[in-house]
């Protein structure tokens, strides 16, 4: 079987990155499996243990990092984040197509250790729209919202070397760039070696 792509998915907080991958990961021909990260940030309210995040204290998090549990990890706005790399290559050895939901340190983390990564970054129209958004959320106090808008724009301008920009200025117009974008990078990765496929013809 097909070994499944691994998929970095970044954008800055707020521009609406969980929004879109909630709907793309409704399509279910994608084969899309979403990697659970682990976080030492506080759950917010209605997000679930083991489906939004696996949240743990600073102490089990340094543990894991001691004990090469992550395929990457990074510190984000004073929280550690990182994806336990076990999960990722079981269920791309399945077959399924592994996303990754993280910032853009951890994103080039990934991208040197898995140089054939599908990389995808979801860019706000404006910081001005991404600071009303955040602010509309309501789930951050001003001081952390302002250090996000900082760290975006810091993202926005490391994320040259992803391969693929989708601009969230209409969300069901994302929606369909990003499904597009994995649709046709599972049908060139499943004509990759095709040659070696075919018989001699005499
Ligand atoms: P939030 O606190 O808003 O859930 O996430 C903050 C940032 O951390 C977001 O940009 C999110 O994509 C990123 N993030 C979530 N999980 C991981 C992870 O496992 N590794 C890295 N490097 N970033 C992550």
Wanted: proline share 4%; aromatic share 8%; charged share 35%.
């Amino acid at each position: 079987m097909k070994k499944g792509l691994l998929i970095v998915y970044s954008g800055p907080s707020g521009v609406g990155k969980s929004t879109i991958l909630a709907e793309v990961l409704k399509e279910e021909d994608l084969k899309l499996s979403f990697s659970v990260s682990m976080t030492t940030r506080d759950p917010r309210e209605g997000e679930e243990e083991g489906v939004d995040y696996f949240f743990v204290d600073k102490e089990t998090f340094e543990k894991a990092i001691k004990e090469d549990k992550f395929l990457e990890y990074a510190t984000y706005v004073n929280n550690y984040y990182g994806t336990p790399k076990d999960f990722v290559e079981k269920q791309r050895e399945k077959g399924y197509n592994v996303m990754l939901e993280i910032d853009v340190q951890g994103g080039l983390q990934v991208m040197e250790k898995c140089p054939d990564a599908v990389t995808i970054f979801i860019e706000p129209p404006s910081l001005e729209v991404l600071k009303e958004r955040l602010i509309g959320r309501g789930t951050d106090p001003m001081d952390v919202i302002e250090q996000r808008v900082s760290r975006a724009t810091g993202e926005i301008e490391k994320s040259a070397t992803y391969k693929y920009h989708v601009i969230n200025d209409d969300l069901s117009v994302a929606v369909q760039e990003v499904i597009d974008i994995i649709r046709a990078e599972m049908a060139m990765s499943e004509s990759d070696g095709w040659w070696e496929e075919q018989p001699i013809e005499e």
